[in-house]
């Protein structure tokens, strides 16, 4: 019975780590078309967010938790918009470093991951009431 209860902490800190990570592939979304305003300015970078395994000292088992947050070091890219304010001396004005195919990825593998945690707490619940149901 405690390895259920084991398997709900588990699935829980599961389903935390998939919101937190969905939040960070909002942000770059909602991101993603956001430009400076000003020459020199840069525009919106890319979160990142991984992840690490973590005892916890309490339960005695082992959980996912955020290991850091981070930004994406890739270049940004250039569009040529000579009339935007954040155009340089070219009339190039730098955008975000966020590709929206690869962020609606990474949701989707946030959500199918969130459901899976959602799944074990499903069963592990349902294993403990048939179990307790044997026991009366």
Do not use: C
Not at 29 to 38: E, M, V, W
């Amino acid at each position: 019975m405690v390895d259920l209860v084991n398997s709900l902490h588990i699935a829980a800190s599961g389903m935390k780590a998939q919101g937190d990570r969905l939040r960070v592939v909002s942000q770059n979304i909602a991101n993603a078309d956001s430009l400076p305003t000003k020459p020199g300015e840069m525009p919106y970078r890319r979160k990142t967010i991984s992840f690490k395994e973590r005892l916890d000292k309490e339960t005695g088992v082992d959980k996912v938790k955020v290991y850091k947050y981070g930004y994406d070091d890739s270049d940004f890219k250039k569009k040529y918009d000579p009339g935007h304010p954040a155009a340089d001396a070219e009339g190039y004005v730098l955008t975000p470093n966020v590709n929206t195919i690869m962020e609606m990825v990474d949701m989707k593998e946030a959500q199918r991951g969130y459901e899976a945690n959602l799944n074990v707490i499903e069963v592990s619940k349902s294993m403990i009431q048939r179990t307790v149901d044997m026991l009366r």
